[in-house]
């Protein structure tokens, strides 16, 4: 239904497309609505502060193209500097026509050419997002584009989109499909559909051919039966390839946005506005002061720029917000569900420890050959983001096989199974929970990238809740079954307030809260100039596979840092060069060592006696979020809070 909402001055229209939020089940529930209350209207003074900081000046970063459209995007979002906006929103469109009619060749379309279209690779969205809002036809604000330029933009975008789209990308069993990676293809085909379904009720365009022969209503037709069940099919499935990735994420969840608010068909709105509630959800169980941990891929542990992203929503106190690389969130109107705003204010920290175990996208589809530039996923791939938090620590990393391998369809030689955007740049640690620091102090994997593109496959881990165990990969320049680009594996030691020591080979670390031990178990470590970064001292080149040892405690299991010293030390540690034999308490964790030339005799670790399951019933196992496999059904449970996320809902 439609609503207005004034906030901050300004009137705007706004479409509630999210799902009902449940009932509250607490005699206090009273402070939890004024929580969720506040967050939302300060979230809201935090989007309007960040698009008037961007119209501040007459350019924004990035300069060119990606600069313009989002200052245009922020000018007439605030209904301010209109004529200046369409003027360079029509330049820009003019010159690409132009260029097209004198059949000027251009590059494909690439993030590296973003000079070469009106709007470059990664803002595509936003100026979609322009047409959408501002366009005569709009349900939301119309008029602010004038005629002229809303003609100019329709027209570049079907040069565009009728070359680059195609039918047979739009199918139902192209759900897991990627265009390129996983942010590549949510630049992509989210825009697809948008632009197809606004141009097939435009008379000028509804019966012209893409270049692949088919109308702009089968292409329209075709991805709103795709858009209605992707949400619910990558929902069943694990959600993301790219997880927590510090470069990514602020490309693909846009797209999200844009999806929920925009579409023309009601049910793509509103299960992609299922789809963000779960997301965000899941983000805030695995973050520790909005620093994600558990396993991530093509990412890091340090800063991250979705952090900001993520806070013009939280609207934490003192926490940077906005975003770089786009305005979609500060133009958009959706607000957190309040599981996601309880996880982040009121859960943590959580008086027992908790097992979260999420299943993740990123093994390639044996079965079914990719198309173009495409690659395809499987739905039940074997990777679990995994994570043990406690009062003052999470530990988390991402649990595979190393040696899961399928024949390389162009010469049936053995392939990693695991996609690249998957394997690429794991990154795995602990961050401590201490909300009295500015930031999350951490421990974590550090790869030394020698060269080359990224790094990929570097290492493999596996955890048991307050244990992880980590094998650096070694090369295997025949295959994809070791790693390359990669250089020593080592520890990092992030914080302004650790406390360091080292006993009987082992470095220990606290806040004063949280423990860490950390062993080198294939000989002795060496620090850098900085005492930052220890890595192994006797590293030997492309082929080791030097193993780490981290055991994570804290205050309430150990009492003092001292006495969790002792206890590392007197735990049975057996290490060969084959095997590593762990027993902490009544546990044992066995880890065989991984080798890419010998990958068919690998066995996965054993936890207490059981091998490592990868493909567990559930997708989602914690405390605040649970679903079994494939299933459409997911129940949120945080505090007052219960819910259950229907994605077979057309409501």
């Known amino acids: 239904m439609l609503s207005r909402l004034f906030s901050a001055g300004f009137l705007i229209p706004i479409v509630i497309l999210n799902a009902v939020e449940p009932t509250l089940h607490s005699p206090a529930s009273s402070n939890f609505e004024a929580l969720i209350a506040e967050t939302h209207a300060n979230s809201l003074k935090l989007r309007e ?8 000046k007459d350019t924004c970063w ?50 590296k050419s973003e000079n070469d279209t009106p709007w470059s690779y990664f803002s595509l969205t936003d100026y ?15 008029g602010r584009l004038k005629p002229d330029t809303e003609t100019a933009m329709r027209e570049a975008l079907w040069i565009w989109v009728s070359i680059d789209s195609r039918l047979a990308d739009a199918g139902p069993d192209d759900l897991f499909l990627l265009l390129g990676t996983e942010n590549h293809d949510l630049s992509r ?27 702009v209503m089968e292409h329209a037709d075709a991805y709103t039966t795709f858009f209605r069940e992707w949400p619910r099919r990558r929902a069943a499935s694990g959600l993301w390839v790219e997880v927590g990735s510090n470069t990514y994420q602020k490309y693909s969840w846009p797209a999200l946005f844009n999806l929920h608010e925009l579409a023309p068909d009601p049910i793509i709105r509103y299960r992609f506005g299922l789809l963000l509630d779960l997301a965000f959800v899941e983000e805030a169980q695995l973050s520790v002061q ?93 990777l679990i983001n995994y994570a043990y938090r406690t009062s003052h620590y999470l530990l988390g990393s991402t649990l595979q096989n190393p040696a899961l391998n399928m024949p390389d369809p162009a010469g049936g030689a053995p392939l990693l199974k695991y996609a690249g955007i998957s394997r690429q740049k794991r990154a795995c640690g602990i961050l401590f929970d201490d909300p009295t620091t500015a930031k999350p102090s951490g421990v974590h994997i550090v790869i030394e990238h020698p060269g080359g593109g990224r790094p990929q496959n570097s290492f493999w881990s596996v955890q048991h809740e307050n244990v992880l165990l980590v094998q650096r990969i070694a090369r295997h320049d025949k295959s994809t079954m070791g790693s390359y680009n990669t250089g020593k594996i080592g520890i990092r030691f992030e914080g302004e307030n650790l406390k360091k020591t080292e006993s009987k080979g082992w470095i220990f670390a606290t806040n004063g809260k949280a423990f860490v031990g950390i062993k080198f178990l294939d000989g002795p470590h060496q620090w850098d100039a900085k005492k930052l970064d220890a890595n192994p001292a006797n590293f030997s080149g492309p082929e080791d596979s030097s193993r780490i040892l981290l055991y994570a405690g804290d205050i309430t299991t150990h009492e003092t840092f001292e006495k969790f010293q002792t206890t590392v030390l007197a735990n049975r540690l057996s290490v060969t060069p084959e095997k590593v034999d762990y027993q902490f308490g009544a546990q044992q964790l066995v880890m065989n060592r991984y080798d890419p030339k010998a990958f068919d005799k690998f066995t996965l670790p054993l936890m207490n006696g059981e091998p490592l399951e990868l493909r567990p019933a559930k997708v989602y196992d914690s405390p605040y979020i649970n679903a079994p496999f494939g299933s459409p059904y997911i129940k949120i449970n945080v505090g007052p809070f219960q819910r259950t996320i229907d994605f077979s809902s057309q409501k």
């Open 189 to 215: 085909r989210p825009n697809h559909y948008l632009i197809t379904a606004l141009l097939k009720d435009d008379p000028t365009y509804q019966n012209r051919k893409f270049a692949d022969g088919h109308t």
């Open 49 to 56: 502060a960040s698009l008037r900081k961007t119209i501040a």
């Open 290 to 382: 909005g620093r994600r941990g558990g396993g991530r891929s093509r990412g890091e542990y340090e800063s991250n720029a979705f952090e900001s992203y993520k806070n013009l929503l939280h609207a934490a106190t003192g926490k940077p917000a906005g975003s770089s690389h786009s305005r979609v969130i500060e133009t958009s109107r959706y607000q957190l569900p309040a599981a996601a705003i309880l996880l982040a204010n009121n859960t943590f920290p959580i008086t027992q420890p908790i097992i979260i175990r999420n299943r993740i996208l990123g093994e390639l589809d044996a079965g079914q050959p990719a198309k173009g530039d495409g690659q395809r996923m499987t739905a039940d791939s074997a």
């Open 62 to 111: 990035p300069d060119g193209v990606w600069g313009d459209n989002l200052w245009t995007l922020a000018a007439l979002s605030l209904n301010e500097k209109n004529d200046a906006a369409n003027a360079r929103l029509l330049k820009r469109a003019h010159e690409y026509i132009e260029r097209k009619r004198s059949n000027a060749t251009s590059p494909a379309f690439l993030p």
């Open 128 to 142: 979609v997002r322009t047409l959408y809002l501002f366009g005569t036809m709009s349900p939301h604000f119309p």
